[in-house]
């Protein structure tokens, strides 16, 4: 079985500044992808970025990134020039590669809770 | 394209009653996934359904069922509500393609369980 760990209940930055969120998984999959999932107090849930574990390229999506690091089995969130309206609950994930079977199921890291200070 | 709507958003039941939740995935998704968030236990996968058929199943009790239906709206039913089922109840869609799927979830149903 997989399991996700988020080491960081909670944070808080100042608003302009750089975050890093950690993550750590553990799995005997060669094959996988992972996720760092955001939800706000809204509570929808939102894709942040996507890694796929054969890339060596580490993922990024405009102010966000990842340090992919597989063979320690890391997957670390970083945020850049930090913004009011990334305060949120940050949950870091991992699913299976599809196969014809299919494995649609995420594991869940517990999350961590971000507060960006003005 | 609309994204992952849930209904209803908020619900109140009594312990012993039954609810039913529904999720209409994104247009093209032929798999739903449900998950339940609470503060205790976090996110648990509780099933996923693809083609209607249910493919996946996490570890809840057979109170908590689910089906597809041909046009791959989903919904899930829990009967015999106790008080533990009060939750955040998402669902999540895919493309079901391996190069660049993803889940993409809806707003999610608050169920609250008296």
């Known amino acids: 079985a997989q399991t996700v760990t988020q080491s960081q209940p909670e944070m808080s930055v100042q608003e302009a500044e750089t975050v890093t969120l950690s993550c750590t998984y553990d799995?005997?999959?060669?094959?996988?992808?992972l996720f760092w999932y955001k939800q706000p107090p809204s509570r929808q849930m939102i894709l942040v970025i996507r890694q796929e574990a054969y890339k060596q390229q580490n993922a990024t999506e405009n102010r966000f990134s990842v340090n992919f690091q597989k063979a320690a089995k890391s997957f670390s969130l970083k945020i850049s020039d930090s913004q009011l309206g990334d305060t949120a609950m940050y949950f870091c994930a991992f699913m299976k590669s599809i196969s014809n079977f299919g494995n649609e199921k995420l594991t869940f890291g517990t999350g961590t809770r971000l507060t960006i200070i003005p | 394209k609309a994204g992952v709507t849930q209904t209803p958003r908020y619900l109140i039941k009594t312990r012993g009653q039954q609810v039913t939740l529904s999720c209409s995935p994104i247009?093209?998704?032929?798999?739903v996934s449900w998950y339940q968030q609470t503060p205790g236990q976090g996110l648990q996968f509780l099933f996923e359904?693809?083609?209607?058929?249910?493919?996946n199943k996490g570890n809840f009790p057979g109170r908590f069922s689910g089906r597809q239906f041909s046009n791959s709206r989903s919904e899930m039913n829990v009967s015999t509500l106790e008080l533990g089922d009060s939750a955040l109840y998402l669902c999540?869609?895919?493309?079901?393609?391996?190069?660049?799927?993803?889940?993409?979830f809806g707003p999610g149903t608050r169920l609250t369980v008296l």
């Open positions: 799995t005997s999959e060669n094959n996988y992808y």
């Open positions: 999540a869609s895919s493309l079901q393609d391996p190069h660049t799927d993803t889940q993409y």
């Open positions: 359904y693809f083609s209607e058929t249910q493919r």
């Open positions: 247009s093209g998704h032929r798999s």
